[in-house]
């Protein structure tokens, strides 16, 4: 049987996130829009994962956290200075002191097109490994599974697929193209539609196309 996972997912402050994508969007409030329809996608497609058996948002972003709470999400909130791995850790504490035998993952909230049978598949082939999904270039890194009782061991960044795999995570090997689809840059962004956007990223990219037309849910 596959071991359920707790699964933290991060977002960074609304107004410095996604750099990369700045002019995807525009003005400033647009782009803050965009970033929290791409984590507001990877959650929900997340929480319907049978293999996700929790999910909590980490962030420091005020709006952001009312905002999953509002949709009954759990959120921790770290510290707007620590950084990526640093929110991880506190994130992997926390839910190991409330469980010692919990079995903690971490998710990108990049992932708009994720969809629950390839977050599934996932955890199924890592069985009670440690183990990480490369991203589409093979570089980085887009889930992050720990052992049941052991630290989560964050390693993201530049070349964190290689930093997970030195570290002792078994790669995943099946397709999974829909998690290993991350939005970077807006490159990233039309190919993760081509894939198929999430409901609340598509109503912004429809937006974005002919402002006029009504404003969904984000
Ligand atoms: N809680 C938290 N999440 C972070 C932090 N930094 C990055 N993340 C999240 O980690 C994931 C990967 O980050 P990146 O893809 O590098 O995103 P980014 O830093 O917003 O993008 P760029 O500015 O374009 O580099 C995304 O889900 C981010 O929201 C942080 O300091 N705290
Ligand atoms: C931080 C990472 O993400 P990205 O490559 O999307 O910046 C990573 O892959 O470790």
Redesign the pocket.
Known sequence: MTPGVQLL?????LH??????RGVSEPEERHSEL?AAL?SD?VVAAISATHAVEVVV???DAELAARFRGRGVEVLD?SPV???N??LRYGDQVLRRRNPEARVGAL???LPALRPADLDTAISEAGTDRAFCSDGQGT?TTLLLARRGSALRPE?GPESARAHRNGGARELRAPLESLRR?V?LPADLEAAAALGLGAHTSTHVREAESPESVRGPV
């Open positions: 997912v991060p977002i960074k402050p410095l996130a996604k750099t990369r994508l970033v984590a990877t980490v962030t420091s770290d620590a950084g990526l640093a929110a990108q909230a990049d980085g993201f991350d970077d």
